[in-house]
T-cell receptor
Framework: QKEVEQDPGPLSVPEGAIVSLNCTYS??????FMWYRQYSRKGPELLMY????GNKEDGRFTAQVDKSSKYISLFIRDSQPSDSATYLC??????????FGKGITLSVRP | DTAVSQTPKYLVTQMGNDKSIKCEQN?????MYWYKQDSKKFLKIMFS???????INETVPNRFSPKSPDKAHLNLHINSLELGDSAVYFC?????????????FGSGTRLTVV
């Protein structure tokens, strides 16, 4: 079993839809949780991060962490065509080494 | 001004060749990384250097040799290239080993081995 599993894609939604992206993990040592966004032919960029269970909101984006279930989610409200990208979850423990999920490609149709 | 720059952006080469990829960051960070992203978008760490010292060395064939001449540069040399080395290689940097939120990635080097 991989340390981090991410829902497979690709995912295609109409503009304005609510998008839910999910990852599960098996390593209890993970304490930092991140979502990266990667546009085509670009490097990943940090979108959201958190270290505690619960929700964290930033504009149209909400990151949710459930440590008891080892489950994290990213919600995108009112999705826009500019949100079309690959989204990668990432996690780290005390050694600060990032472990990434496989990534899911999201396409938002105008 | 590009924060983390990699050269070249694209590299097409034949099996068996030796090639190098260079990375430079102007953010003043002290930790640099090499990641490999395969065709399925899976991103995996290869190496990490902190203040020119190797701190992470994942299970990578010894055909891959990183070199950090100073804090701002991290190069990757690959000997005897194989078809399976085809991937996008990303350089990243951060300030301090413990700062997991502060990674900045370069735009990647797309390596194709034919």
């Amino acid at each position: 079993q991989k340390e981090v599993e991410q829902d497979p894609g690709p995912l295609s939604v109409p503009e304005g839809a609510i998008v839910s992206l999910n990852c599960t993990y098996s390593n209890s040592a993970f304490q930092y949780f991140m979502w990266y966004r990667q546009y085509s032919r670009k490097g990943p960029e940090l979108l959201m991060y958190t270290y505690s269970s619960g929700n964290k909101e930033d504009g149209r984006f909400t990151a949710q962490v459930d440590k008891s279930s080892k489950y994290i989610s990213l919600f995108i409200r009112d999705s826009q065509p500019s949100d079309s990208a690959t989204y990668l979850c990432a996690m780290a423990g005390a050694n600060s080494k990032l472990t990434f999920g496989k990534g899911i490609t999201l396409s938002v149709r105008p | 001004d590009t924060a983390v720059s990699q050269t070249p952006k694209y590299l097409v080469t034949q099996m068996g060749n030796d090639k190098s990829i260079k990375c430079e960051q102007n953010l003043g960070h002290d930790t640099m990384y090499w990641y490999k992203q395969d065709s399925k978008k899976f991103l995996k760490i290869m190496f990490s250097y902190n203040n020119k010292e190797l701190i992470i060395n994942e299970t990578v064939p010894n055909r891959f040799s990183p070199k950090s001449p100073d804090k701002a540069h991290l190069n990757l040399h690959i000997n005897s290239l194989e078809l399976g080395d085809s991937a996008v290689y990303f350089c990243a940097s951060s300030q301090g080993v413990g700062r997991v939120y502060g990674y900045t990635f370069g735009s990647g080097t797309r390596l194709t081995v034919v």
